[in-house]
């Protein structure tokens, strides 16, 4: 089954839909929590959580530093895919 468009809010995509996202994206789900994927770059590191009502990202860096970021389901898939893989 295909993704919806890209412009549509990530609250129409069934989970399963999300799930087969995040694998293009080259993420890795966890083997002990379901909730919470790997995602790795040449310039970061994430562990992404799919909770209620949004996905929450926090981010690695090679010196060390993170950050925490939370994109509401009500954005499109394009926006939060720009967001999250793009940094």
């Known amino acids: ?19 087969r996202w995040l694998e293009e994206q080259g993420c890795t789900r966890d083997p002990k ?3 919470q994927w790997f995602c790795e770059r040449p310039g970061w590191k994430a562990c992404l959580r799919l ?9 690695t860096y090679p010196d060390g530093n993170t950050k925490t970021l939370s994109f509401p389901y009500s954005l499109s898939r394009q926006d939060v895919e720009q967001a999250i893989f793009e940094e």
């Open 51 to 59: 909770e209620e009502t949004s996905i929450w990202v926090r981010y």
């Open 1 to 19: 089954m295909p993704l919806p468009p890209a412009t549509t809010p990530l609250y129409n995509h069934p989970l399963h839909a999300i799930e």
């Open 33 to 35: 929590d379901v909730e």
